[in-house]
């Protein structure tokens, strides 16, 4: 296991200044999208968008050089591989080198073979753009000079900060070493080799996942709240049922839907728990979260009610967004009927609920793969706690959200937190990469 203490002890070592940091004190990082590149580590301003993908050595020949691939039909099935995983391969130049691919100060030293146990490339920087972008990724040319003050370690998965030409910064997210099976101690010597070869900054923040949230937590913030809040072992709920692939990721309400499915997970707003946890705000956005829970095998969806004018306003959790009632979460681009025909419109579903709301307890479901259908006669909230961790959501953030908008509408300030059997009880503030989260994982 390589931690962040042990990166810290190495670049101490090696004459630099380091710390580590927790996630909540890097305001600027965000989470990763479906539409950004994984792009270099380089901190100056490009010519493309997309910048909220991760940030990897050269882009795609992070991987590469970490698994000692130098040929071209191997770097191409890199890049096919990296879309697959749902990023979009890049690689990238300056306007300054010449020729141009060559501005890519990793890929300059790489084919110098100055990266200490790493066999050079049997290509060019032209071939190696031509490469990928026939294989499918793309090619950036970044502007201005390096004016980079820090390195970003980041090791907080499905994060990343997006390059700022005012601040710049060096960013390397050390989780993707997990995400593609990479020798991490391997990856980030050859980040820290890269860094002090061109001249960088040998300052370092490693940035690390929050501390992780227990139910016990939880209580006490209900309580705090002025809630009566208890924990329940799951075999304790026998309402609890496994969610299926033909379930609808819906909203939390406990109104009975004109739709069926109802196995599928529970969210505020259905999508739009997503959308508000991650500061997406435009109908592209909202349409991108759409195809994401489809790529989860889940049926995304939003809903309405027989009530409100226009019927999709029927969403209180919707309506409080778009009036900025909830803290910290900036409203929408776009009103209620504009998110249904854009949710429909990416492949997403819309529900009408009926009847009044008569929710006696909110069921906050620590689970994994479960709900609780809505049951008319019998009516709850369901907060299926648990995505926060398949859709990279912040734990708090979405908790917090959850408590306000059941406090603003009326609901029931009564919670039974719903948890494993036997099992601990810690529920984790970040997604954990398959060998990379708070520690790193040597394959």
Not at 114 to 123: C, R, S, T
Not at 176 to 195: E, H, I, M
Not at 384 to 406: C, G, Q
Request: hydrophobic content about 40%; charged content about 20%; aromatic content about 6%.
């Amino acid at each position: 296991m390589v931690s962040a203490e042990d990166i810290l002890r190495v670049l101490v070592a090696r004459e630099w200044q380091a710390e580590i940091v927790e996630q909540s004190s890097v305001p600027a990082l965000i989470h990763t999208s479906p539409h950004g590149l994984m792009k270099c580590v380089d901190g100056r301003p490009s010519d493309l968008s997309g910048m909220d993908g991760p940030k990897s050595l050269g882009g795609v020949y992070a991987i590469a050089t970490n698994r000692g691939v130098t040929d071209v039909g191997g770097l191409k099935n890199i890049v096919m591989e990296v879309k697959s995983k749902g990023y979009i391969p890049s690689v990238h130049g300056d306007e300054h080198a010449h020729p141009a691919p060559m501005g890519c100060g990793f890929f300059k030293l790489w084919s110098q073979g100055k990266l200490g146990g790493i066999p050079p490339p049997k290509f060019g920087a032209e071939e190696g753009k031509a490469a990928v972008i026939e294989a499918g990724g793309v090619y950036e040319c970044l502007r201005g000079s390096h004016e980079e003050k820090v390195v970003y370690i980041n090791l907080v998965p499905g994060t990343t900060l997006a390059p700022d030409g005012d601040d710049q910064a060096f960013v390397v997210d050390a989780w993707v070493a997990g995400k593609f099976n990479l020798d991490v101690p391997r990856y980030l010597t050859a980040a820290a080799s890269t860094v002090e070869q061109l001249g960088g900054p040998r300052i370092a923040k490693i940035i690390t996942p929050a501390t992780p949230l227990t139910p016990e937590d939880v209580v006490g913030v209900l309580k705090g709240r002025g809630w009566e809040a208890e924990i329940a072992n799951q075999s304790e709920v026998p309402k609890l049922i496994p969610t299926s692939e033909k379930g609808l990721l819906k909203c939390v309400d406990g109104r009975p839907s004109d739709l069926s499915a109802m196995d599928g997970p529970k969210s505020l707003g259905g999508v739009y728990a997503i959308a508000t946890n991650r500061g997406v705000t435009s109908l592209e956005g909202l349409k991108a979260i759409v195809q994401e829970v489809k790529n989860m095998r889940h049926i995304p969806s939003c809903h309405g009610d027989e009530h409100a004018h226009p019927a999709p306003m029927g969403c209180g959790f919707f309506k409080l967004w778009s009036q900025g009632k909830l803290d910290g979460i900036p409203p929408p681009n776009f009103d209620s009927e504009q998110g249904k025909a854009a949710i429909i419109e990416a492949g997403g579903v819309y529900e009408q609920l009926k009847g009044k709301h008569k929710e006696k307890i909110v069921y906050i479901n620590f689970v994994p793969n479960t709900t609780i259908a809505p049951d008319g006669k019998d009516q709850a909230f369901v907060v299926d706690a648990w995505i926060t961790a398949k859709f990279n959501l912040d734990v708090p953030k979405y908790l917090i959200a959850a408590a306000s908008t059941v406090e603003q509408l009326g609901g029931p300030l009564k919670a039974k937190l719903i948890v494993p059997s036997s099992e601990g009880l810690a529920v984790s503030t970040a997604k954990p990469a398959a060998n990379c989260g708070g520690t790193c994982t040597i394959s």
